[in-house]
């Protein structure tokens, strides 16, 4: 099984990027604008942030607290609705896509993983991330089975898959979260924060998995406040006041 079509490879587990798509825009977002409207006034949380995003690039989003980092977060995975601006996903405006379409766009595309994992408890780890498959209807049961096993494996999790997720660690967790992520070969991967939970030794394994994904030919989009970020991350972009600024 493929486990990374994007790669347009035949044994995407021992592959790495086919350098002839490294030019191709997976994501691009233009001129984004956020404002808040509260009883105290108006936040303008983006002022105007234009981001490319490339095949096979980890790109960490820095910046304080404050900055626009997760309402920019937000608005990529549609979470959120602009202001004005636009985004477009492989050429594809998301932005005029209605809540239903951008559900499914979502669904089919974007992986994404949060700070707090948030695994379905009940669940075993292999139906944790044969969930997010069994929403898509691409595989039969089997093949669903086959692909969340694999990726679990990927992960290094594997020998786990059987056991629910309060029976294994943190880091653990998240490589389930970041399986379960990778479920519908989404080109693009948004994480905010997916190490905040997480010590700096377990966080640095989990920047390892997102570097290999990237190597892979995904794109990996993060916001971290980690300062290590540099020894992983292909890109680091700042934020600050709403606007982006590349490192
Ligand atoms: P960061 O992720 O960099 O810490 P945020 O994107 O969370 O920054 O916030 C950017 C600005 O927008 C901040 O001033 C924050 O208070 C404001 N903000 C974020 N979400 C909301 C919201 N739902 N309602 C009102 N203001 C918000």
């Given amino acids: 099984?493929?486990?990374?079509?994007?790669?347009?490879?035949?044994?995407?587990?021992?592959?790495?990027?086919?350098?002839?798509?490294?030019?191709?825009?997976?994501?691009?977002?233009?001129?984004?604008?956020?404002?808040?409207?509260?009883?105290?006034?108006?936040?303008?949380?983006?002022?105007?942030?234009?981001?490319?995003?490339?095949?096979a690039e980890f790109v960490a989003i820095v910046g304080k607290s404050g900055a626009g980092k997760s309402t920019l977060i937000n608005l990529i995975t549609g979470i959120d609705t602009?202001?004005?601006?636009?985004?477009?996903?492989?050429?594809?405006?998301?932005?005029s896509l209605s809540e239903e379409q951008k559900t499914k766009w979502r669904g089919r595309n974007l992986g994404v993983v949060f700070q707090f994992f948030q695994l379905l408890p009940t669940l075993n780890l292999l139906d944790n991330v044969k969930i997010a498959m069994d929403l898509?209807?691409?595989?039969?049961?089997i093949e669903r089975r086959e692909r969340a096993l694999e990726l679990l494996d990927l992960v290094g999790i594997k020998e786990h898959a059987f056991k629910i997720p309060a029976k294994i660690s943190g880091g653990q967790q998240q490589r389930v979260a970041i399986a379960r992520a990778l479920a519908?070969?989404?080109?693009?991967?948004?994480?905010?924060?997916?190490?905040?939970?997480?010590?700096?030794?377990?966080?640095?394994?989990?920047?390892d998995v997102f570097a290999t994904l990237a190597k892979r030919g995904k794109t990996v989009l993060i916001v971290t406040h980690d300062r290590g970020i540099e020894k992983w991350a292909t890109r680091k972009v700042e934020m600050i006041d709403g606007m982006v600024y590349e490192k």
């Fill in 184 to 207: 519908n070969d989404p080109a693009l991967i948004v994480a905010d924060e997916p190490t905040g939970n997480l010590d700096s030794h377990t966080a640095a394994e989990i920047f």
């Fill in 136 to 141: 898509q209807h691409f595989l039969t049961p």
């Fill in 82 to 95: 602009i202001t004005s601006g636009e985004i477009f996903f492989r050429g594809e405006a998301v932005h």
């Fill in 1 to 55: 099984m493929d486990l990374f079509e994007v790669t347009q490879s035949e044994n995407s587990l021992t592959s790495t990027i086919d350098t002839d798509q490294t030019d191709y825009l997976v994501l691009e977002v233009r001129n984004l604008y956020k404002d808040y409207h509260t009883p105290a006034g108006v936040t303008h949380a983006l002022r105007g942030v234009n981001l490319k995003l490339y095949p």
